[in-house]
């Protein structure tokens, strides 16, 4: 059991572009090392493959959750741990912010 939080929480959506042959757990993995501990849950909101996508591409699309269980997080603050989560990912997968 756990106890739920008194500070509100902040919802991001991303979505990239990738390879049919990426993994959508892979994506959630990097997602998870890049954002830090203040990310609570990142879920798949919609996969998405046609045009105006190759072939051999699909769009996933994630919601990024973050939360303190001390504090209120700053907006400033939450979208800086989103930038820096969307740069390592794009980076280390290679793939392209939608």
């Given amino acids: 059991f756990q106890a739920l939080s008194s500070f509100p929480g902040v919802e991001k959506d991303m979505a990239y572009v990738v390879p049919k042959t ?45 939360a303190s269980p001390e504090r209120t997080l700053a907006d400033e603050e939450v979208l800086t741990l989103f930038n820096q989560t969307i740069a390592a990912v794009t980076k280390r997968l290679n793939i392209q912010l939608r």
């Fill in 22 to 66: 990426t993994a959508a757990a892979d994506v959630v993995r990097e997602i998870r090392k890049a954002a830090g501990p203040l990310l609570k849950d990142v879920s798949i909101v919609d996969l998405y493959e046609g045009a105006p996508l190759a072939e051999n591409q699909r769009s996933l699309s994630f919601r990024l959750q973050f």
